[in-house]
């Protein structure tokens, strides 16, 4: 065992230290050495070295620091995610409002029965025609009057039934025009 010398000063601060922590003053030196070595710190320096300072300055750079990620956040990556989150909200409107396959497959079919009914009114449109070409050639045996009289009542037949399919046949194509292009392919 050795003894070492030091101010009764010192002495009294290390007995207190030692009860408090419940070692004795041989054990402090030997820890104190072991810390000192491991630490590389030079007690005999001054105090700029102390560990306090070091953490106290580590502590103020990890402060600069984390105001600088707090500023970016905020200035760069807050906006971004907003952006985000609008961006998603319109994609997901975008594909509820998106038409689904069985919605083309029913406007299809719609639109060809209307063609359907188009080329019906076609065909009663000829027959009726040709009843009238008919009828105008047995007349002609008639008098000229009647036959006049005849001939304007049914062509004033004639063109009314033409109105009623013209105006039928634009009102098919504004169905079809409207689906395919407004109820289709609007997206937004």
Same mark, same amino acid.
Request: hydrophobic residues 35%.
């Given at each position: 065992?050795?003894?070492?010398?030091?101010?009764?000063?010192?002495?009294?601060?290390?007995?207190?230290?030692?009860?408090?922590?419940?070692?004795?003053?041989?054990?402090?030196?030997?820890?104190?050495?072991?810390?000192?070595?491991?630490?590389?710190?030079?007690?005999?320096?001054?105090?700029?070295?102390?560990?306090?300072?070091?953490?106290?300055?580590?502590?103020?750079?990890?402060?600069?620091?984390?105001?600088?990620?707090?500023?970016?956040?905020?200035?760069?990556?807050?906006?971004?995610?907003? $952006?985000?989150?609008? =961006? #998603?909200?319109?994609? /997901?409107? !975008? *594909?509820?409002?998106?038409? @689904?396959?069985?919605?083309?497959?029913?406007?299809?079919?719609?639109?060809?029965?209307?063609?359907?009914?188009?080329?019906?009114?076609?065909?009663?449109?000829?027959?009726?025609?040709?009843?009238?070409?008919?009828?105008?050639?047995?007349?002609?045996?008639?008098?000229?009057?009647?036959?006049?009289?005849?001939?304007?009542? $049914?062509?004033?037949? =004639? #063109?009314?039934?033409? /109105?009623? !399919? *013209?105006?039928?046949?634009? @009102?098919?194509?504004?169905?079809?025009?409207?689906?395919?292009?407004?109820?289709?392919?609007?997206?937004?």
């Amino acid at each position: 065992m050795k003894s070492i010398g030091i101010s009764d000063n010192a002495h009294k601060q290390v007995k207190k230290f030692c009860q408090t922590l419940g070692i004795t003053i041989g054990e402090f030196v030997e820890y104190s050495a072991i810390y000192f070595r491991s630490a590389g710190i030079d007690p005999s320096k001054s105090d700029a070295e102390s560990p306090h300072k070091v953490v106290k300055e580590l502590e103020k750079r990890i402060s600069q620091i984390v105001g600088v990620m707090k500023t970016h956040e905020r200035e760069k990556l807050d906006p971004l995610l907003e $952006n985000l989150i609008i =961006l #998603k909200q319109q994609l /997901d409107d !975008l *594909i509820i409002k998106a038409p @689904k396959a069985a919605r083309f497959e029913d406007i299809i079919t719609r639109i060809n029965e209307l063609r359907e009914e188009e080329s019906k009114n076609q065909k009663e449109q000829a027959k009726l025609i040709t009843t009238y070409m008919d009828a105008i050639k047995t007349k002609t045996t008639g008098s000229v009057e009647s036959l006049k009289k005849e001939t304007t009542v $049914n062509i004033a037949s =004639l #063109k009314k039934s033409i /109105d009623n !399919l *013209i105006t039928e046949q634009q @009102k098919m194509n504004e169905v079809i025009e409207t689906k395919l292009s407004k109820k289709l392919f609007n997206t937004r």
